[in-house]
T-cell receptor, first 113, second 109 residues
Framework: DGGITQSPKYLFRKEGQNVTLSCEQN?????MYWYRQDPGQGLRLIYY???????QKGDIAEGYSVSREKKESFPLTVTSAQKNPTAFYLC????????????FGEGSWLTVV | RKEVEQDPGPFNVPEGATVAFNCTYS??????FFWYRQDCRKEPKLLMS???SGNEDGRFTAQLNRASQYISLLIRDSKLSDSATYLC??????????FGSGTRLSIRP
């Protein structure tokens, strides 16, 4: 089955801890994205990557870090520097050469306790 | 100014009504446009792509106006099941994809 797998679906973090959200895809898409969504709000771009070993900051990159060591994987680390990390995190991929449809994982809910 | 701006609503309309949403974008070089639908606490799902010539899918019609830099979505004969948040999506550059903040739609019986 082709698609995007995000894990974990639900995660609780203590203040001051770093956590890493996993995103794996088998769609062979070059571009991958991380978005954050707060309740009742739209999606805001955190980081994106067009190609392996390269990534760019989105609109709200502060307090987050990413890596793109493999085409299939684009993990997001929420660091302790992110002051308000409780949110819904969505990973997405796209076939950018064709300007085509964006595919989403099912999302990860992060709660700081 | 945000790269993509969208009326947040909420729109509350009776079943059978016609409702329209607009979304403006700031980058005139943007090439690809979409409308996505998002249900509560779920990931967004593709509703339809938006083409320069306009396109229709059943009760849904999407339009692109490049001169004024906006896209629109028209829903005719709305159903209760159309209640959701509608997100416009713009390929702001070759690979940067920006979402509007979403328009909430509630259809009442």
């Amino acid at each position: 089955d082709g698609g995007i797998t995000q894990s974990p679906k639900y995660l609780f973090r203590k203040e001051g801890q770093n956590v890493t959200l996993s995103c794996e895809q088998n769609l062979n898409h070059d571009a991958m994205y991380w978005y954050r969504q707060d309740p009742g709000q739209g999606l805001r771009l955190i980081y994106y990557s067009q190609i392996v070993n390269d990534f760019q900051k989105g609109d709200i990159a502060e307090g987050y870090s990413v890596s793109r060591e493999k085409k299939e994987s684009f993990p997001l680390t929420v660091t302790s520097a992110q002051k308000n990390p409780t949110a819904f995190y969505l990973c997405a991929t796209a076939d950018i050469l064709s300007g085509n449809t964006i595919y989403f994982g099912e999302g990860s809910w992060l709660t700081v306790v | 100014r945000k790269e993509v701006e969208q009326d947040p609503g909420p729109f509350n309309v009776p079943e059978g009504a016609t409702v329209a949403f607009n979304c403006t974008y700031s980058n005139s070089a943007s090439q690809s446009f979409f409308w996505y639908r998002q249900d509560c606490r779920k990931e967004p799902k593709l509703l339809m792509s938006v083409y320069s010539s306009g396109n229709e899918d059943g009760r849904f019609t999407a339009q692109l106006n490049r001169a004024s830099q906006y896209i629109s979505l028209l829903i005719r004969d709305s159903k209760l099941s159309d209640s959701a948040t509608y997100l416009c999506v713009v390929y702001s550059s070759a690979s940067k994809i920006i979402f509007g903040s979403g328009t909430r739609l509630s259809i009442r019986p």
